[in-house]
């Protein structure tokens, strides 16, 4: 049962544009969420995160969106840069809980 | 200030033999927490650690694993006998704050590639 789910497993943008991915939920208990960037023979690395009380949040070139009613969280990137190109995963947590669920990731491909 | 490290990086063994991971957290971080991706999945929880104490276990797959933090340091990961199922990348993470409490942001270790044969 998976909780957490990234039904796109890859994404190609041209740089300079906007790359969109995209995140579902299931349990309606979630109250933050995180977008961790993972580069090869790494671990994943923080990217931006928001709490369920928010609907957007937004740090550079990174923005995230929370729809609750519909569970669903989209990481916008603007402009995109060949930099980009990793793996990224979506997760999520929630107070009272004791663990962080994360999907399955997407890997996006920024073209110069 | 040094990250999260993880031994070895890379590690192959026959199926039957046994393997230790091992993690050192951010100096400071109480919690501590182990998963597993396999093969482009999901990256999966396996447990948390609240300095010596195992918060949640729920995630380890058997009674093969056996995760250890003495002391409240640095954490070992046991797999005994090692099964094919078990390849995959081992990831250990640490944070200050912890899930419970919420908005917990975790630091990531490169990850150990176990591949069993």
């Known amino acids: 049962d998976q909780q957490v789910k990234q039904n796109s497993p890859s994404l190609s943008v041209q740089e300079g544009r906007i790359s969109i991915l995209n995140c579902d939920y299931t349990?309606?208990?979630?109250?933050?969420f995180l977008w961790y960037k993972k580069y090869p023979a790494e671990g994943p690395t923080f990217l931006i995160s928001?709490?369920?009380?928010?609907d957007k949040n937004e740090d550079g070139r990174f923005t995230v969106f929370l729809n609750k009613s519909a569970k669903h969280l989209s990481l916008h990137i603007v402009p995109s840069q060949p930099g980009d190109s990793a793996v990224y995963f979506c997760?999520?947590?929630?107070?009272?809980?004791?663990?962080?669920?994360f999907g399955a990731g997407t890997r996006l491909f920024v073209k110069a | 200030e040094a990250g999260v490290t993880q031994f070895p990086s890379h590690s192959v063994i026959e199926k039957g033999q046994t393997v230790t991971l091992r993690c050192d957290p951010i100096?400071?971080?109480?919690?501590l927490y182990w998963y597993r991706r396999v093969m482009g999945k999901e990256i999966k929880f396996l447990l948390h650690?609240?300095?010596?104490?195992?918060?949640?276990e729920s995630g380890m797959p058997n009674n093969r694993f056996l995760a250890e933090r003495t002391g409240g340091t640095y954490s070992t990961l046991k797999v005994q006998p090692a099964e094919l199922e078990d390849s995959g990348v081992y990831f250990c993470?640490?944070?200050?704050?912890?899930?419970?409490?919420?908005?917990?942001?975790?630091?990531f270790g490169p990850g150990t590639r176990l591949t069993v044969l």
């Open positions: 993470a640490s944070s200050t704050k912890g899930t419970r409490m919420g908005t917990d942001t975790q630091y």
């Open positions: 650690f609240v300095k010596e104490s195992k918060q949640d």
């Open positions: 100096s400071g971080h109480d919690n």
């Open positions: 928001i709490s369920s009380i928010k």
């Open positions: 349990n309606s208990m979630f109250d933050y």
């Open positions: 997760a999520a947590s929630y107070t009272g809980g004791f663990k962080t669920i």
